[in-house]
């Protein structure tokens, strides 16, 4: 079985600041990770995955995540955050073949001005 | 087309009511998820369609009667729901394929509401 810890439920910060939202990762076997994020009232979209390969994967919005074997880490990371940044941010795992994909609990991420 | 549809966007119904929910896409996917979400919390998965079969049933109380009539489109049938049940119900789809997994598109949700 596979699971994901979100460490932070909550991440202010202000414009144009740099932000990470922490996420690790428990599996006994090889993993896929994932973050979703989901605006209110919306559905979930992806915003980056990690299969295999290059550890630093870019993604839509600016976000980048370093995937990190030893520390069984998936960090998010963005270098400068707008305010339309603000919203849920979910990391992911999935096991593999059998399409079921596992939630962390979410941090919301809030941009202030 | 790159986009799950999900109708209704709201609903609310009585507790000895039968409505159902509908999704729709047309990216050609094999495989169609519903989720649960309440309040401040993540999706929880209730059933995985892979080319139109179930799949995986997370013991969800048959009151949550999947349906997946063909490859675009799925329902979920509810009736004799709690007011627990209400919360914001998420259909996804992918393609099947190493390169996909966990490559989800969501629909915007149906928000229901049991009285």
């Known amino acids: 079985a596979q699971s994901v810890t979100q460490l932070d439920s909550q991440v202010p910060v202000f414009e144009e600041a740099p932000v990470e939202l922490r996420c690790n990762y428990s599996s006994s076997v090889s993993v896929y990770l994932f973050w979703y994020v989901q605006y209110p009232n919306q559905g979930l979209q992806l915003l980056l995955k990690?299969?295999?390969?290059?550890?630093l994967v870019k993604g839509i919005n600016g976000f980048e995540a370093e995937f990190n074997k030893s520390q069984t880490s998936f960090h998010l990371r963005k270098p400068s955050v707008h305010i339309s940044d603000t919203a849920e941010y979910f990391c992911a795992v999935s096991g593999g073949s059998n399409y079921k994909l596992t939630f962390g609990k979410g941090t919301l991420l809030t941009v202030n001005p | 087309d790159t986009e799950v549809t999900q109708t209704p966007k709201h609903l609310v119904m009585g507790m000895t009511n039968k409505k159902s929910l509908k999704c729709e896409q047309h990216m050609g996917h094999r495989a169609m998820y519903w989720y649960k979400q309440k309040a401040k919390k993540p999706p929880e998965l209730m059933f995985v369609y892979s080319y139109e079969k179930l799949s995986i049933n997370e013991s969800v109380p048959s009151r949550f009667s999947p349906e997946c009539p063909n490859s675009s489109l799925l329902n979920l049938h509810l009736h004799a729901l709690q007011p627990e049940d209400s919360a914001l119900y998420l259909c996804?789809?992918?393609?099947?394929?190493?390169?996909?997994?966990?490559?989800?598109?969501f629909g915007s949700g149906t928000r229901l509401t049991v009285v």
């Open positions: 990690y299969l295999s390969g290059s550890t």
């Open positions: 996804a789809s992918s393609q099947p394929g190493v390169d996909r997994f966990g490559s989800y598109t």
